[in-house]
């Protein structure tokens, strides 16, 4: 199995650079820069007392929450631990032997399909087309595989920012619905899309599709540690094995705490939108003047970038600003990056850095 590399983590770098902690900025992560919501800050100090106790096993009043927000039965919501482990438990219930996925993709996908031996196909995304998926090449494609019984991709992708519309899901939801393949969908960055309610898929869901979503309060809600992910599961046998499959106590009451109030906290994700729809159009357009620079169109809060030094993120490390490397994801080598969408001090600093060791 390979190892898996991820943005933020920035105790690896402390331990190998002499730049202080505090000195760093953080592009490699793609968290709402915003930070943590006052209001829910007040709620987590006043839930500290839950610490001493149990959750509740099935965490109903989370459950009813989302099932409220999301308007899917209460019976399709599952909880876990981020949204990573229910990824893994996903794919362990299902037990595929076959499973296609995109490249480049976030790559717990391969980890978790092959933690349980599936053979792996994958759907290569080229740079000419800007990694725009392919629907019908896609489909194409399990067509010439019939072995295959699942697909895992993500709406958005990480790292290209590439979003499908509904209809181009809903087009390969019915064909894999024909064909028997179990369609697993991440929309962890779907929060951030303004139209979020015509692309996501969870509103045309219906009982027992072969569909399962799996969703995230990490980026947006800016909660990375709390870990707290929830997956839609309509299909009634799969619920069930899921449901026996799962262990008890996989999310902290903390966590169980902020997923019942975070979609209320309707102050944060209005001054979240705002932000979102000035600086993030305006890093990209910033980033693709500089000419040393390809920049691919992203619709989310992270960027794909390529450019011809191979120790980019090193060099920009000299200015305590981390980025994302992506010589790890398939389909990309080492002159690939991703930054992440901050405030437009911490972009300016960025974009200052960039210009400055690339005209070296």
Request: hydrophobic share 45%; glycine share 4%; charged share 15%.
């Amino acid at each position: 199995m390979r190892v898996a590399h991820h943005g933020g983590n920035l105790a690896a770098i402390r331990r190998t650079q002499t730049v202080a902690p505090q000195q760093l900025l953080d592009f490699s992560a793609n968290i709402n820069p915003l930070g943590l919501a006052p209001e829910l800050r007040q709620l987590l100090t006043a839930g500290l007392d839950e610490l001493t106790r149990y959750p509740d096993t099935t965490y109903l009043a989370l459950r009813q929450q989302l099932s409220q927000h999301f308007q899917v039965p209460v019976d399709w919501v599952f909880v876990g631990n981020g949204a990573v482990q229910l990824l893994f438990d996903v794919a362990a219930t299902l037990a595929v032997k076959n499973v296609l996925l995109l490249a480049p993709a976030f790559a717990e996908y391969e980890r978790a399909f092959t933690r349980i031996n599936a053979k792996i196909t994958y759907f290569d995304l080229a740079p000419a087309q800007q990694f725009q998926i392919d629907v019908p090449a896609l489909i194409a494609t399990l067509q010439q595989h019939p072995e295959i019984e699942a697909v895992c991709l993500g709406n958005p992708n990480n790292p290209t920012g590439q979003v499908l519309a509904r209809e181009q899901m809903q087009q390969l939801q019915s064909y894999c619905q024909q064909q028997h393949i179990w369609l697993l969908l991440d929309e962890a960055f779907m929060d951030f899309l303004p139209n979020e309610a015509a692309i996501s898929l969870v509103p045309s869901l219906q009982t027992d599709d072969q569909v399962v979503i799996v969703r995230s309060a990490t980026k947006f809600f800016a909660i990375p540690g709390l870990r707290l992910g929830y997956a839609i599961v309509p299909h009634v046998q799969l619920g069930q094995r899921l449901l026996a499959f799962s262990e008890p106590w996989s999310l902290n009451s903390l966590a169980a705490i902020a997923g019942q109030h975070i979609y209320q906290l309707t102050d944060y994700i209005q001054a979240t939108e705002q932000w979102f729809a000035q600086e993030q159009p305006w890093l990209q357009q910033q980033l693709a003047q500089i000419p040393q620079l390809t920049v691919f169109p992203s619709q989310v809060n992270y960027i794909l970038l390529r450019a011809a030094p191979t120790d980019l993120a090193e060099r920009l490390l000299q200015f305590g600003i981390v980025i994302r490397t992506c010589a790890d994801y398939r389909q990309l080598d080492a002159h690939y990056y991703r930054v992440a969408v901050k405030d437009r001090a911490a972009d300016q600093r960025l974009l200052v850095a960039l210009k400055q060791v690339l005209s070296q």
